[in-house]
């Protein structure tokens, strides 16, 4: 880690059980990231019980971030995102899928204007049933949200610090991130990078997880079509329901006023 009190970049990289990733991913980026003015590196533990917090502490200059008990990447993201200082926000995943040598193409992309700039798995290295289901995902992402990344939930991402300090965190919803950005009015941008087997450990995103996701879509939806105007949602079952109750009420007083029958019955 270059010192400095505000550096040009934070690295931010979530890790649940990594634990043979951590040493080759540290080597691999030191190198990749030797020609940027200055960064810092941030290690978000989300709660490992592999020994990852220990393998963390080995590593020299960087910073490191650890839950107690696992809370997912979204908070661990966000946690990243609190403590970095940098003028830029790269985020990639700790288990070496994420190829460092890109980071130097995401910088590029902000510098060149973009508010964010989003990896895309062009030749994604992961079983089947996992592109299968993310396929399906972003499409319906892409639809509901009304955004046009092609991959969404790539953990590869750069951003303007205060894009990523402002985004707020539920549930699985980094998944859905460049719809959440886009809704705000920023630039997102995506470019194509190299993805790679996973080595190490074990995928914490199986077929449920990515179903899972799909609730955290729905939830997304109603933030950005009815957040600042809920009634828009609720005012047109409740004035039907309304209407429906004002239509008995009117018929049972007929009853009642009218033909002269007891309503109790
Ligand atoms: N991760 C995390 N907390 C979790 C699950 C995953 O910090 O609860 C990290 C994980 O260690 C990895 C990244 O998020 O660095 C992406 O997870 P994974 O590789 O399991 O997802 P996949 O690549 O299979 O979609
Ligand atoms: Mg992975």
Known sequence: ????????????????NERDSVLPLFKELQEAIRGLPSYEIIYVDDGSNDGTLESLKELQGVGILSFVRNHGKSKALE???????????????GDLQDDPHEIPKFIAALEAGSDLVTGWKVHRKDPFEKRFV???ANGMARMLAGSSVHDMNCGFKGYRAEVAKGIEFFGD???????VVLHQGYRVSEIPINHRERKFGRSKYGM?????????????????RF???????FGLGGLAIGALGTLI???????RLVDGLTIGN
């Open 1 to 16: 880690m270059v010192h400095e009190k505000n550096p040009f970049v934070s690295i931010v990289i979530p890790l649940y």
């Open 79 to 93: 946690a990243g995102f609190a403590e970095a200082r940098g003028t830029y926000i790269v985020t990639l995943d």
């Open 134 to 136: 993310s396929k399906i």
């Open 173 to 179: 919803m980094h998944r859905y991130i460049p719809a």
């Open 208 to 224: 449920w997880r990515l179903f899972a996701g799909f609730f955290d879509l729905i939830t997304l939806l109603f933030v950005r």
């Open 227 to 233: 957040f600042d105007r809920p009634m828009h949602f």
């Open 249 to 255: 009420l009117i018929y049972l007083s007929w009853l």
